[in-house]
């Protein structure tokens, strides 16, 4: 079993930065390819970034290309999520998941102001 704990969010103006962080226990998730994604008020949940378990491949949504950088340090059992050149529409609860796997954590509020 996994728990997932995120934490790092907060609230911020537009065009400032975030680093969200996701901390594993239970077990190690160096083997398990890991993704944030994100869920505003009245929407669907939104694919934000994944990265493989070794941390050689990434994706990101269309969205988030160019601003957000998604790394793990896998000694630490860690996952993070940088956030550069915020804007109000990334607003939204940001999650993180071992997917394939089905852990997720609670969530974490980002909210950017305009």
């Known amino acids: 079993q996994v728990q997932l704990v995120e934490s790092g969010g907060g609230l911020v103006q537009a065009g400032g930065s975030l680093r969200l962080s996701c901390a594993a226990s239970?077990?190690?998730?160096?083997?398990?390819?890991m993704a944030w994604f994100r869920q505003a008020p009245g929407k669907e949940r939104e694919f934000v970034a994944s990265?493989?378990?070794?941390?050689?491949?990434?994706s990101y949504g269309d969205s988030v290309k160019g601003r957000f950088t998604i790394s793990r340090d896998n000694a630490k059992n860690t996952v993070y999520l940088q956030m550069n050149d915020l804007k109000p529409e990334d607003t939204a609860v940001y999650y993180c998941?071992?997917?394939?796997?089905?852990?997720w954590g609670q969530g974490t509020q980002v909210t950017v102001s305009s």
């Open positions: 998941a071992a997917y394939a796997a089905g852990y």
């Open positions: 239970g077990r190690t998730i160096g083997t398990y390819d």
């Open positions: 990265i493989g378990w070794s941390g050689g491949h990434t």
